[in-house]
């Protein structure tokens, strides 16, 4: 091989290995530099309605601090945030299906209420350790409460006019009745029966709840008990609810007697004299 020849074949080597080192680099600068990212794909309607339901930060914060404490005392099942309409709407709900008692019994909320979780947690403590307590006095455990209304997009008592509703922010709970294991049944809202027992319902139940209304504090909250933690200026607190007392048989007025008859120039009754009659200066003022 001539001079010239092994000058030819050294340039065309040294040509060869450059153009592979440039293909290399290329390949790899390509691999670096990040690809434009696709177009979102837009979502289906029912997609839609769950991200507007259920915000990103509903998912990350789950479980709350309220949830996990909640869990060693009821049953419960997570609910989406509610936004709106206008003023209604709450995060960190929760369907209260039942409360688990002492007794490692189980007393269910029926229909289950929607409430904001640190109402479920109050309710549920109110339950195991005032209700139950108090309740042991009959023979048969408590074994279920009748819910009146819970979440409900509305103003106070339906009311256009008013201010919105605790209801509106799963703030409240509405209360009928207690059934104990035996069938027996403590209506809440009856002033006439088992009046001794509902006095201390009601006196824990004010020391819970920011608000209780019931029977005499209007004609609204006439059949039932009204629960909330509603937040006031100051730490006010309302807790309207007659219970009756146990000489309310007493304050039932007595037949009246007899009509008086004229009798020989004296009043006379069906069964004996007067004494009043008999002694008009005794006579009471009425």
């Known amino acids: 091989m001539s001079k010239l020849q092994r000058e030819r074949a050294r340039l065309m080597r040294s040509l060869f290995v450059g153009l592979l080192l440039f293909a290399s680099y290329s390949l790899a600068l390509a691999q670096s530099v990040p690809l434009p990212r696709s ?90 350790n005032d209700i139950g307590s108090i309740i042991n006095e009959f023979e048969a455990p408590p074994v279920a409460i009748t819910n009146a209304g819970s979440y409900e997009c509305r103003r106070r008592n339906n009311d256009s006019g008013a201010k919105i509703s605790e209801h509106a922010r ?10 104990l294991a035996n069938g027996t049944l403590v209506e809440l809202g009856n002033r006439f029966a088992f009046q001794s027992i509902r006095q201390r319902l009601r006196d824990t139940a004010c020391r819970r709840f920011t608000t209780v209304l019931g029977p ?31 000489d309310s048989a007493a304050e039932v007025p007595m037949p009246r007697p007899n009509p008086v008859a004229l009798k020989e120039g004296k009043l006379t009754t069906g069964m004996s004299k007067s004494r009043d009659a008999l002694a008009p200066g005794r006579q009471r003022k009425r």
């Not at 060693?72 to 099942?77: D, E, P, Y």
Request: charged content about 20%; some cysteine; overall charge neutral.
């Open 39 to 128: 177009k979102p794909q837009p979502l289906r309607a029912d997609e839609q309605s769950s991200a507007q339901v259920l915000p990103l930060h509903d998912a990350q914060l789950w479980p709350s601090d309220c949830a996990v404490r909640l869990m060693s005392i009821a049953r419960f099942t997570q609910q989406p945030t509610l936004n709106g309409p206008n003023q209604c709407g709450a995060g960190d709900l929760v369907r209260l299906d039942g409360i688990m008692m002492p007794n490692s019994g189980l007393m269910t909320v029926s229909p289950p209420p929607m409430l904001r979780c640190t109402m479920a947690e109050a309710v549920a403590q109110w339950v195991r």
């Open 170 to 179: 799963g703030n409240a709970l509405d209360l009928g009745q207690i059934r």
């Open 216 to 246: 005499g504090a209007d004609p609204f909250h006439s059949n039932h008990i009204h629960i909330d933690l509603a937040e006031r200026a100051r730490g006010y607190r309302i807790c309207q609810w007659e219970v009756g007392t146990p």
